[in-house]
């Protein structure tokens, strides 16, 4: 293995670890929650599109390390962080989506406050 092929797999490895560790996928992609709805944002400034509260049918927090959904969009960003898996009444493409908030409290907060109610798995 030559040196410059050994450098590059650190590199990589470095990279990859400084992303997951230090959150920085969170900068390219997030949710957050607003009055209209749950906000998904390019860039933490960009709303991509907004999934309206009365669209949501149900959500759920996975059980850690459990199994989730294979056909729903993985928009996990965040690594050792609460994912909840919402379920939407109506989809085109995907009826669930796995989402990573920055702040758990305050996104299950804002889900109760419109009347959703967030299931958690029993201890």
Not at 14 to 28: A, F, K, N, S
Not at 75 to 96: D, E, M, Q
């Amino acid at each position: 293995m030559t040196i410059s092929v050994a450098l590059s797999m650190v590199l990589g490895v470095l990279l990859v670890w400084c992303v997951l560790r230090l959150g920085l996928l969170g900068y390219i992609y997030d949710v957050r929650p607003s009055r209209a709805g749950i906000e998904f944002l390019l860039l933490s400034r960009f709303v991509v599109s907004v999934l309206p509260y009365g669209d949501i049918d149900q959500v759920t927090e996975p059980v850690a390390g459990g199994f989730l959904h294979l056909t729903a969009l993985n928009y996990r960003n965040r690594a050792g962080v609460t994912c909840y898996l919402i379920r939407k009444k109506h989809a085109w493409f995907a009826k669930s989506v796995i989402v990573t908030p920055r702040d758990s409290e305050s996104f299950v907060g804002f889900l109760r406050d419109a009347g959703i109610p967030v299931s958690r798995p029993a201890k």
